[in-house]
């Protein structure tokens, strides 16, 4: 907690006020917002845990579309063609983590937000404290969009631009004072990022504008096929060049469903194609198909089929399997996770 609150400070995020402060501001601004947050704690490790202190920025009867936010991740079709366009070309990739994205993403003129800290955090005197942002957080329903925004920019500066279908895909000719280093592609999921780049020298160029308005950490490298290759792992997926071949592979370990297969008892796998049309259809003649799931069935479900489908892309096999499953995803049957065990049967 000590050391979120260092990282609040440290980041510029806001400015500590006291509620006499904040009920002037009030008074002063229209569209003036105070917000409670929270703590958020997680496993980091075993000897450690993370804490986060995260906005509840809530609004009764209004939904994020509706206030025109969003929170844009990139298509799994996106990452197909960049990785897809990178063997192509025999093009370097690297992977890297950014540090507190959403704390160094300004909040744009005529937001007014302020929060209101939870009661482990106090002046000396014991009375509540404010923090009128400055930049965004977690939990913030726009804070994605302040980050893409940043990231938008910084790397505009340097020859990237954003694809207009897709916000998160990056591309172009890297030139630093006028000199093209080279061309580029980046992809972002959040503060993950991944970069192909035709050269370490634009590598290093796009890292170094990044790094000048947020900390980034490289987190893995794979060179062209002449200099070794190599693998890394981007959301939760590895990506791996052999030495020689400029063809990149996209796989998950071999562990990733082995939960599933011990929450459905499965012990080995099948070469049969999965027919899981009958299985659904089955949903509209055969009574025990069409009961409901219970709770226990529907949460073991749910985390089956998120699985399937993280896998699917990987896997163009399933993807058939899983856009059928995901059509009954929201009230399904027994049919529908029967049609599931299927598929999961079918992943030898």
């Excluded at 490790?45 to 936010?69: M, N, Q």
Aim: some cysteine.
């Amino acid at each position: 907690m000590q050391e979120e609150v260092k990282n609040l400070n440290d980041c510029k995020t806001g400015e500590a006020m006291t509620e006499m402060q904040v009920q002037a501001l009030k008074k002063k601004l229209d569209n003036f917002r105070a917000i409670p947050c929270r703590w958020v704690s997680a496993f980091k490790s075993e000897s450690r845990v993370r804490c986060r202190i995260v906005a509840k920025d809530i609004r009764k009867g209004t939904s994020a579309r509706s206030l025109g936010f969003s929170s844009p991740t990139p298509s799994i079709e996106s990452l197909h063609c960049v990785l897809t366009l990178a063997a192509n070309r025999n093009y370097r990739l690297c992977s890297m983590d950014v540090a507190h994205a959403f704390m160094h993403s300004p909040i744009p003129r005529g937001e007014n937000i302020c929060l209101r800290m939870p009661m482990s955090i106090s002046y000396d005197d014991g009375s509540m404290v404010y923090l009128y942002l400055h930049r965004s957080l977690n939990g913030l329903r726009n804070a994605s969009l302040h980050w893409l925004q940043l990231l938008a920019e910084t790397i505009r500066s340097i020859g990237l631009w954003a694809d207009e279908i897709e916000p998160c895909v990056h591309g172009g000719c890297v030139k630093i004072g006028g000199k093209a280093l080279g061309y580029a592609l980046l992809i972002a999921y959040v503060d993950d990022v991944l970069i192909a780049t035709s050269n370490e020298e634009t590598e290093k160029a796009i890292h170094h504008a990044l790094n000048q308005v947020v900390p980034v950490k490289i987190t893995g490298h794979i060179l062209e096929a002449e200099h070794g290759g190599g693998e890394l792992v981007f959301i939760g997926r590895r990506i791996t060049r052999s030495p020689g071949h400029s063809a990149v592979m996209l796989s998950v370990d071999d562990s990733y469903l082995a939960q599933t297969f011990h929450d459905y008892n499965i012990t080995s796998g099948s070469s049969a194609v999965p027919d899981v049309a009958q299985h659904l259809e089955k949903t509209m003649s055969d009574k025990q198909a069409m009961l409901r799931l219970s709770p226990e069935s529907y949460t073991r479900f749910r985390k089956a089929l998120g699985k399937l489908l993280w896998l699917s892309p990987s896997r163009h096999d399933l993807k058939l399997f899983m856009s059928i499953i995901g059509t009954q995803q929201s009230e399904p049957m027994q049919g529908t996770e029967y049609s599931s065990i299927c598929v999961a049967f079918f992943i030898p």
